[in-house]
DNA sequence: AGTTTAAGTCAGCCTTGTTGACATTCCAAG
DNA sequence: CTTGGAATGTCAACAAGGCTGACTTAAACT
C-alpha cells in the first residue's frame, strides 16, 4: 500500500524531495500554515460576531460581484442550507445586497455593500499581512513554487474555476 | 490601510509577486489547495465514524510516540475537553493507548496500537498520494519554496516545535 | 399545462470547537 | 507532613457550521 518513492531509484536528478518523510513534513506544514493563515483574520472576525464562513462569502463575492447564489455554492461546496444561513445575517447587517436578476428573475445576483466591502478590506488586509512577510522572506522564485504546488494539489474542478478567475481578472 | 505593493519601487528585481492581487490569489489558492488536501482523508474518516480531528490526533500520535496530553495540546491548539472527546473514543475503539508515565505518574504517556497504525497509515498514505503527484508534477525546485513559504506563515512558537520535530528524526 | 430550476426556509442532527466547575492524583516546596 | 499547584480527566452547556430531508415560491422552459 505505501509506496515507497526516493532511495534508489533516482533518473537524472535526485528523487529525495518524494520520500514518505518528506511528504510528511509537507503535511505537517500544510496543517501548520493554514492555522497560521487564518489567525488574523479569525480574530477580526469573532470580535464581529462572525466566523471563518462569514469571510469566505464575503471573499467571494467581493471577488466576482454579481455572482449567483448557485455560483457561490459550487465555488464554496457547501449546502445552500450553509451557505444560507451565512447570507442571511450578512444581508440583515446590511453587508451584502441581494438583487434579482435582470434576464432571469429566479437569480438572485450578490454584491457587498460599503460597509461590506470595508470588513473584507479590514479581512483580507491582515491576512495579506502575513502572506505578504512570508513572500518577501522568502522571494519571488519560492512563491512561484508554492503557487505551483498548491495548484497542484487542488480538484481538477476547483483548479479550472481557480484559473477561470485568472483568465476574468488578468 | 491597503499598503499597495508592486507597481512602482522595484529595486534590483520585481516586486510584481508582491501586489495585492498576486497576495489575493495566493490566499484563494490556499483555501483551494487545503480543500484538496483533506479531501482524500475525509474520506476514509467519514467510513470509519471518525472526523478531522481523530485524524490529527493519530497523526501527532505516530509522530510523536509517548508524547503526553498537554504536549499534544500545545501542538493541536485545541482544549483538553475538545481532546479528550476525540481521544476517548480511540482509546475506546483501541487505536490509542494510554499508559501512566514511570517518572511522573500523572502524565499519560500515548501510544497508537497495531490497529491504530493501520488506519493512520491508511489515512496518510491517501494523504501522500495526491501530495507526491502534486511534488512529481512540479519538481524539487517548486517543492523547496512550497515548504519556504509554508515556513515563513507558521506562528512562530509552531515553527519552532515544527522544526524541532525535524532535528529528532533526522 | 406541466416540469424543472433557483432560491429560501424549517426542523433536526452531527462534529468539533468553546467555558466553567470540579475531582483525582501526584510532585515539590515549605 | 502538609499544602499548593500542575496534569489529567470528566460533566454540563453552548455555539458555529457542516449535513439531510421536506417543502414553498416564483420564474422559466418545453
Chains 1, 2 share one sequence.
Not at 455572482?67 to 451557505?83: M, P
Not at 491582515?126 to 512577510?133: G, S
Not at 522572506?137 to 483548479?159: H, K, N
Amino acid at each position: 500500500m505505501t509506496e515507497h518513492s526516493g532511495g534508489g531509484r533516482a533518473g537524472g536528478e535526485s528523487l529525495l524531495f518524494l520520500t514518505d518523510e518528506q511528504l510528511r513534513k509537507g503535511i505537517e506544514a500544510m496543517f501548520f500554515a493554514y492555522r497560521g493563515f487564518t489567525a488574523d483574520p479569525d480574530r477580526i472576525l469573532d470580535e464581529q460576531g462572525y466566523g471563518r464562513a462569514h469571510h469566505r462569502a464575503l471573499h467571494f463575492i467581493n471577488r466576482a460581484p454579481g455572482n449567483t447564489v448557485n455560483n457561490l455554492l459550487s465555488i464554496l461546496g457547501v449546502t445552500k442550507q450553509s451557505l444560507n444561513r451565512v447570507l442571511r445575517t450578512l444581508i440583515a447587517d446590511g453587508l451584502v445586497e441581494s438583487r434579482v436578476g435582470t434576464q432571469d428573475k429566479r437569480e438572485r445576483h450578490l454584491y457587498l455593500t460599503e460597509i461590506g466591502v470595508a470588513l473584507e478590506h479590514q479581512l483580507s488586509d491582515a491576512q495579506r499581512v502575513r502572506m505578504r512577510a512570508a513572500y518577501r522572506t522568502v522571494g519571488p522564485q519560492a512563491v512561484s513554487g508554492f503557487r505551483q504546488v498548491l495548484e497542484a494539489m487542488m480538484d481538477p474542478e476547483l483548479r479550472r474555476k481557480f484559473n477561470a478567475a485568472r483568465e476574468s481578472r488578468k
